[in-house]
Each structure stands twice: as C-alpha cells, then as structure tokens.
C-alpha cells in the first residue's frame, strides 16, 4: 500500500502493514475511506451497547479501539509491540494506561478540572503514550468524547469536524495544540476541540 502520511501520522512498520485484512487497499485515501466506515460502525455500537463502561477503564479502552478498526488491522485492540517517534517505551503502555486512567478518574472524583478540561487532558495523554500502531489520535477523540458525555457534557467538535486524517490547516492546529499540550498549556487544545 502507498503510505504517503500527513504530517504528525505515525507510519506502520511491515509487521503491521501485514495485518491489513482488506487486500485491495492501495491508496491512502482508501484506506482512511475503509477506516472511518468501521469507526461508524463502532459509533452505532456505541449507542447501542447494554453495558455502559467508563471510558476510564483500560479495558473498554482496548475493546473501542478493536470496534473502531477490527474489519480493517489485525491487530486493532492490540497494543503496539514497537516504538515510535511518539509514545512511551512500547512496554510502558499498559502500566501508563493504567496510570492514566486512575489519575483521570482521580481529577473527577476530586473535581479537579471542569468536564471539558478533563476530557482534553485525558485526550492528550492517551495521544502521548500512543497504545496502538494505528488510530491513536482518532481512538483518544472519540474516547474524549465519550468522557465528556460521562460527565455531563457535549462531545467535542474537533475543529469544526474537519477532516483530520488529511493534511491541512485544521490538522496542523490539531497538531501544534497537542504539542502546546505536551509544554503543559492546554489552552489550544482545549480551543481547537470546541472550535
């Protein structure tokens, strides 16, 4: 497959690009088409699902991310067993997740941070230790979402609902606001979601 990545995409190593269960994928732009046709798909399932896990529970994390891509990687709900450019030390990302989840479900507990500045927050942090080959930006959105919603508020936006996975101005804001965030100023990216 052509992997012409836009900028802040992380690429698949070969290993990974094997797990591509579609065979006729030869464009990136086919492959983003496939992707976002099964995020759909877990959306529905999102609505329709009896239980309700929190989205601060590793678990319902790692179920999600499989829902969201499962008809397209192999190895979607699986952690990434390489490093990247971005994320933490690939053994790390099961201990970071948890530690991130008990933090998160600290701040709410305590009333830390108002609804939205949790979601963000968490949103970033899920970005930043990068669990999967694939889909982290996209899985910690909608994971953001389902928090806010959880405590009380309206999903996000996300620039306006621009196409992220594109190369454009929206997703370089999306960009420079995550890496204002990875300074500890959260203020664009908590912008750049209501925008």
């Known amino acids: 497959m052509n992997q012409d990545h836009p900028e802040g995409a992380t690429p698949l190593t070969p290993a990974e690009e094997e797990g591509l269960i579609p065979s006729h ?12 046709a099964n995020i759909l798909e877990a959306e529905t399932w999102l609505q329709t699902r009896e ?25 979607a709900g699986h952690y990434r067993k390489a490093d990247r ?45 990068h669990c999967y080959p694939n889909g982290n930006g996209r899985h910690a959105r909608l994971a953001a979402d389902l928090l806010v919603m959880e405590l009380g508020g309206n999903r996000f936006s996300w620039g ?24 500890h100023d959260h203020r664009a990216l908590l912008a750049f979601a209501r925008s």
């Open 51 to 75: 239980r309700r896990a929190s989205a601060l529970d590793p678990l319902f994390l790692k179920t999600l991310h499989r829902r969201m891509l499962g008809n397209i990687w192999k190895w």
């Open 25 to 36: 994928i030869t464009l990136r732009s086919e492959l983003n088409e496939l992707e976002q």
């Open 160 to 183: 306006g609902g621009a196409n992220l996975e594109s190369p454009n101005d929206v997703r370089k804001r999306y960009i420079d606001s995550l890496r204002a965030a990875d300074q």
């Open 85 to 129: 450019n971005i994320g933490v030390h690939w053994p790390m990302i099961s201990s970071q997740l948890e530690l991130l989840c008990r933090d998160a479900t600290s701040w709410r507990d305590e009333k830390v941070f108002t609804a939205d500045e949790l979601a963000i927050r968490f949103h970033h942090k899920l970005v930043w230790i």
